[in-house]
């Protein structure tokens, strides 16, 4: 009987192995971060659920293809294979948005950006309202904001309104001002302020919850509008390789725009959803409870998003100490700590993982604080998005917490000629740390920030190991000693991502078991001069076995 057993099972294997339908890349140099280091490997098998099997070399692929004959053999004619990446911090509404709007990302001078707006305007005239984003006047001349007086005549009277590149302000024109009832006597709100010139007139700016008035009065869509024009966001991260993504705060109605996408097969990105505390709906999907895994893992609604204060470049970072370059200001919080107590305690209590948005060193230090008062709920990887300024001596508290930082290393690369200004010298210390966080056992889930930012991974990961901007400058790297190793930056962007919303079993490695998400590029990531990371091309871009995005 024993013997019977044992040839039924060799049987079995033989014929499972001869028979079973699978796919092997192969003619490739492959590298994977698993819990045991870098993984090198020359195939990658995997069966029609899109699960891997294994990875392989030479010698076992040879093997495989001599046991088994029902198998799909892709070439991957010496390119190089890397897991999906997974982008930690994004918001992919607003990105498909800015596709439709003005983009002001790169305007050098007011002039250039009063130029485009009026382009789209005469372009656009159908539009109720002219919407854009990505302006920064750090990079103007003078660096100082600008009035609404300089868009009065562009667009007929039709209210203009324009983000700033991080989302923290608003630039309107008069016209909008009227609208929604901004004028001298005009309160600010709480976590909000109206910037106002020396008679206490608006100017035209708005600081993150004083944007709130403008937003209510716009136009309202539908979560088949919002599908339809993500779309696109989706098509143009799988071309850079963007396999997953965590959506950093979002609407009910956005995230059934992502199921009609699901149901129609068409949600080609991994989405992470992080409910927004202040949208519509949230109340409700809060009590609805975590929804853990959706369509194959396409979907996943199991964090909330609070904002705790604003960004550095509109100086809305919430400092214990003042601006160095704004003496009268510590910057704003967008919610007080007992209500941002509040919300973190209702959110456990249901079982949602806490992503909070603190970008100063006090807003970071209050969330510590209110994580450690609840051990009994540290299993839920509390998350801070961006601890971007941090008290030195507060970062050994993340991983006793076990709160996860969610960096954007291409923040650091963007705001090194802003942040000492806004800072002074010592507090840099603390800021965009990452090796600090790395030597005290923090697992750092990167991303991109993208609108913010580019999305582009390989921008990310290029900074990452860098600490240069895209002209690498400056030479040898801004503060270089909290640089990454390559190997830790590619696991920030797949392992420790994967992990950061507990989906490490599924995702983020090429190990057998997880879906296979990959994408072939056209460089050799660890072999390759650092100073060219960022020129890496995406080839293919792979979806759980099903490949979405092919380069031209």
């Known amino acids: 009987m024993k013997n019977l057993k044992s040839i039924l099972t060799v049987f079995v294997v033989f014929t499972s192995l001869n028979f079973y339908a699978s796919t092997l890349v192969k003619n490739i140099k492959g590298y994977t971060v698993t819990q045991d280091g870098l993984l090198q490997f020359d195939g990658l098998h995997f069966n029609d659920d899109g699960k891997v099997i294994q990875t392989l070399n030479l010698q076992a692929i040879i093997k495989l293809q001599q046991t088994n004959s029902n198998l799909t053999i892709v070439d991957g004619k010496g390119k190089y294979m890397l897991p999906g990446i997974i982008d930690a911090h994004g918001h992919i509404l607003t990105h498909a948005e800015s596709l439709n709007s003005v983009d002001l990302v790169g305007s050098n001078s007011l002039s250039e950006a009063i130029n485009r707006v009026k382009e789209f305007a005469e372009q656009n005239p159908e539009q109720q309202w002219i919407t854009g984003r990505g302006w920064n006047q750090v990079f103007w001349e003078g660096k100082q904001f600008p009035k609404s007086e300089s868009l009065d005549a562009l667009a007929s009277g039709k209210p203009i309104a324009l983000d700033r590149i991080d989302g923290h302000a608003m630039w309107v024109n008069s016209q909008t001002l009227k609208l929604v009832g901004i004028n001298k006597q005009s309160l600010d709100p709480d976590g909000g302020e109206i910037i106002r010139d020396s008679e206490g007139n608006p100017t035209g700016i708005l600081i993150d919850n004083a944007m709130d008035i403008v937003d209510d009065a716009m136009p309202k869509v539908t979560a088949e509008y919002e599908a339809a024009i993500i779309l696109e966001t989706l ?4 071309a850079e390789g963007i396999t997953s993504t965590h959506d950093a705060g979002i609407s009910s109605q956005t995230v059934d725009a992502f199921r ?4 129609r097969d068409e949600l080609t990105v991994r989405v992470y959803a992080m409910l927004d505390v202040t949208e519509p709906g ?8 975590p929804e853990y895994s959706l369509y194959d893992d396409k979907l996943s609604v199991r964090s909330i998003k609070i904002s705790l204060d604003g960004a550095l470049g509109s100086r809305g970072a919430a400092l214990d100490e003042p601006y160095s370059d704004r003496p009268e200001s510590k910057g704003l919080l967008l919610h007080s700590k007992e209500e941002t107590e509040a919300l973190t305690i209702e959110a456990m209590k249901q079982g949602f993982q806490v992503n909070s948005h603190a970008i100063g060193d006090r807003g970071n230090r209050i969330l510590l604080d209110i994580f450690s008062k609840y051990p009994q709920y540290q299993h839920l990887r509390h998350r801070i998005e961006h601890a971007q300024i941090v008290h030195v001596e507060d970062i050994p ?10 960096m954007q290393p291409t923040h650091a690369t963007s705001d090194k000629n802003m942040a000492k200004d806004r800072l002074g010298e010592k507090r840099l210390e603390g800021s965009y740390a990452w090796r600090k966080f790395l030597n005290n056992g923090s697992p750092i889930a990167s991303g991109s920030d993208y609108p913010v930012e580019p999305s582009n991974p390989f921008y990310g990961l290029h900074a990452a190991v860098t600490r240069q901007d895209r002209d690498n400058q400056p030479k040898g790297g801004w503060r270089k000693q909290d640089r990454m190793t390559r190997e830790e930056a590619l696991r ?8 950061s919303a507990h989906q490490e079993k599924i995702l983020g490695s090429l190990e057998a078991g997880k879906w296979a998400d990959f994408i072939l590029v056209d460089q050799d990531y660890f072999e390759m001069e650092a100073s060219d990371i960022w020129t890496i091309k995406v080839l293919e871009t792979w979806l759980g076995g099903q490949k979405v995005y092919t380069a031209n």
């Open 282 to 289: 949230y109340a409700a999907a809060l009590t609805k409870g």
């Open 235 to 238: 098509a143009q991260l799988n």
């Open 397 to 406: 508290r993340f991983k006793k917490l076990n709160v996860i930082p969610s």
């Open 260 to 263: 009609l996408l699901a149901e």
């Open 492 to 499: 920030s962007f797949t392992l420790d991502a994967a992990y």
